[in-house]
């Protein structure tokens, strides 16, 4: 690229946060954006990829559904791409037998040997938790245990939970979690009926594609941003990546969770039966197995006698971030990085990253969606 190059705006990532707001910058108000990214591929950790030797498109950093009840966002991402009827359910295997997750009617009537209807289910639950619901909770068991009982706990919920954060929930903020959720009636559909779902036809990487065609967008691969970066664009910076290392890790490093992926071809046309199954019991190190095949009935996947399976192991890597290990200590640190960047002129920060958060794909697109409402007047 030409040294002198001057964009208008240059935005770090090319995760959704940036790449929606590259479009509407570049489409909308018809301005040049240089996006900056680190990795070798756009699209941050939505990105999809085909694995060479089975053909099976898979999502390099964890299987993800798009689902959302918001109507701006659907009808927004449906313009750069097109969504397959996929409808998202969740196993979970125990002592080598497989339950629906969410816990539902099926799960409780399976588990201990039922076959309640509706309300005698929900009357056996309540008595089992009945004695908690006067307790004040001091962790994540305790509140766990009063909302689902001991059985369901620490069938489903206790090792999967410990694996995923490296310690016992004794020891975890009740804050981490708000509802489990327990469902009474025989609905297997992991996400609410009521929204639109599905995965992208031609694959994730396909929506970046569309999002960046227009001329006025550059992408810049394998390019690290700092506050000294040598290109400064005309208006505005806005960066989506994580403000501790922006700011040098000045008042310390954020903790993160994060994934390590392993892959396996098996010679069979189906591994499991489901895109994706969780291993909550602790003599399996992995959390959860994924086949990818499944998440695209409409390539008619089961023509094939190869199948690829991705196992997912949890572990402590502050630098290939993915959860934001959202306690008290680590939001105070937070606050003060935002108060930081704040200051710093002619730049606009937003994303999971930034925001040290974990959100949905939908809730990245309306996010960026409103901040290109509120930066547009300032850049005309
Ligand atoms: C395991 C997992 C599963 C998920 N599954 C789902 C799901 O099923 N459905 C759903 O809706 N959502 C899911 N999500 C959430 C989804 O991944 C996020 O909503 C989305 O990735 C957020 O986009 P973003 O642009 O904020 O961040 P990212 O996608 O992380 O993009 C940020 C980009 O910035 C780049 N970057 C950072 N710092 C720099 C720097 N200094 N210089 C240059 N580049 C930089 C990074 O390389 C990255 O490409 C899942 C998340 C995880 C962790």
Redesign the pocket.
């Known amino acids: 690229m030409n040294k002198n190059y001057k964009p208008d705006i240059l935005i770090?990532?090319?995760?959704?946060?940036?790449?929606v707001l590259a479009e509407r910058l570049a489409n909308i108000l018809n301005k040049k954006v240089l996006i900056?990214?680190?990795?070798s591929?756009?699209?941050?950790?939505?990105?999809s990829e085909f694995d060479k030797k089975t053909n099976i498109e898979y999502?390099k950093?964890?299987?993800?559904?798009?689902?959302?009840a918001n109507k701006k966002v659907w009808n927004y991402i449906n313009k750069f791409t097109e969504f397959n009827n996929y409808r998202?359910q969740v196993l979970t295997s125990h002592k080598n037998k497989i339950y629906q997750m969410p816990i539902n009617l099926e799960t409780i009537n399976s588990f201990f040997k039922k076959n309640f209807s509706p309300s005698e289910a929900e009357k056996f639950i309540n008595k089992k938790t009945k004695k908690f619901k006067t307790y004040k909770f001091k962790n994540f068991e305790d509140k766990a245990i009063s909302q689902i009982g001991k059985e369901l706990y620490e069938a489903f919920i206790k090792g999967y939970t410990q694996k995923q954060w490296g310690k016992s929930p004794k020891y975890l903020p009740e804050s981490i979690f708000n509802r489990l959720p327990i469902r009474y009636n025989y609905n297997e559909d992991y996400y609410q009926q009521t929204q639109y779902q599905g995965i992208p036809k031609n694959g994730y990487k396909d929506i970046f594609i569309n999002l960046t065609k227009n001329k006025n967008i550059k992408i810049l691969f394998k390019?690290?941003?700092?506050l000294n970066y040598k290109i400064k664009p005309k208006y505005l910076t806005i960066?989506?990546?994580?403000l501790d290392?922006?700011l040098d890790y000045k008042f310390g490093k954020l903790e993160w969770r994060s994934?390590n992926f392993k892959k396996e071809i098996k010679n069979t046309k189906d591994f499991q039966g489901s895109a994706v199954i969780n291993y909550p019991d602790l003599k399996n190190k992995f959390t959860r197995v994924h086949e990818p095949k499944h998440l695209h009935p409409e390539r008619q996947p089961f023509n094939s006698n190869k199948t690829l399976v991705i196992k997912?192991f949890s572990i402590k890597n502050d630098n290939e971030?993915?959860?934001p290990i959202n306690d008290e200590k680590n939001r105070a640190k937070h606050r003060k990085y935002k108060n930081e960047a704040g200051k710093i002129k002619k730049f606009e920060f937003?994303?999971?990253?930034?925001?040290y958060a974990?959100?949905?794909?939908?809730?990245?697109i309306s996010?960026?969606l409103k901040k290109f409402d509120q930066i547009k007047n300032k850049i005309k």
Request: proline share 3%.
């Open positions: 770090i990532g090319s995760g959704f946060y940036g790449t900056i990214e680190r990795r591929h756009i699209g941050g950790n939505s990105y999502h950093y964890g299987t993800h559904i798009f689902h959302t998202h390019e690290k941003y700092n960066y989506t990546g994580p290392s922006l994934l997912e971030p993915y959860y937003g994303g999971r990253l930034a925001d974990y959100y949905d794909m939908d809730m990245t996010a960026a």
